[in-house]
């Protein structure tokens, strides 16, 4: 089976195998562990030992999102209240603006197209519009629409206004550059072990400034949730351990994952993820079916397309017959108006993607779905 979908990604066997054990936690041999992924994964990041450390909380990409958002926000009843300016051009922009408003943080949106990257003007005038803003918190890669926001420029938008970048790379981090030495303007980059790092998923990572969360103590109103906690706790008992359990078959595969992604280079997954998204985008429109997206905007992760006009089309039917031929992709979509989407991440080749354009147009036929665009 061919999965296609932005996380959990389809993975290498050697990482699977490495779930096959009973580990301790507190176990030497695991900490050593744990603690060595810490360092790679902050290299991975670019950042500086001793001005950054990596933090981690077990579960998903949401959670390590709202971790952020309340370590690094005073909520809107401290006594500085903080203030976070989404730039809103995709659903996942949408989720992290929920996290903030739920955790009782203000928020103000920059309502944006999903159809194109926030342009780092626009991010500019809404900074001096109003002085109040604190923290910019951007989608790096938008899973809603597929677009990647730059955040070299905006980043530098966010540093030239003196506010902080908050910025949500679970979709790209590991393939999309992002170099933290150079951006002192960010607080916290996030991101999972399931994504472009090729791992299982079950751990979520923010490489944060350790000057910023340090003075982010109690911020958070939540035990759970709080980085800076998390970061006090690593100082006092060693960089191997976890406050609660943490799933360490997980963390024992996350370190195969990351040889292979020593191994192969970021470069070079990154250009493995833009040819599969180019194979695929061209492929949709051979056999006559309409990216959602310009190609000129198109991202490496994720490609969505527009469900054929056809009555015939029904999605959850066609991503059944699409298994049946091999290629799994997600049975729901995040845009406004009705397609599919289909991940270009994982440890899959253009060769694969190509054979995923073969399978849909072999389904639609299947389906007598005639009519593929409008
Ligand atoms: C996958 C993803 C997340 C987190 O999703 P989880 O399901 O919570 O792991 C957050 N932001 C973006 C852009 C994503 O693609």
Redesign the pocket.
Known sequence: MLLLI??PVQTRPEVRAALAQDIAPWDNEFKSVFAEIRERVLGIAGGIPGEHATLALQG????I?EAALRTFVPAATAAAPGKILIPLNGT?AG?VERLAREAGRQVVTLALPETRPAAPEEVAAALAADPDITHVAM?Y???GAGIVNDAEAIGAVVRAAGRRLIL?A??GFGALPFNLAEHPECDAVMF?SG?CLEGL?GIGFAVVNVARVVAAAGNAGSWSFDLTDVYGHAQRVGWGNFRFTPPVQVLAAFKVALDFHAAEGQAARLARYQENSRVFHQGMRRIGLRPYLDESVQGPIINIVHQPPDAGFQLQNFIDELKRRGVLISNFYNTPVPTFRVGCIGTVTPEDMARAVVAVDETLAALQVRRRSA
């Open positions: 932005p996380g998903c990409g949401h959670f999102m996942y989720r989608v890669s938008e899973t949500d679970v979709s999972t994504k998923p």
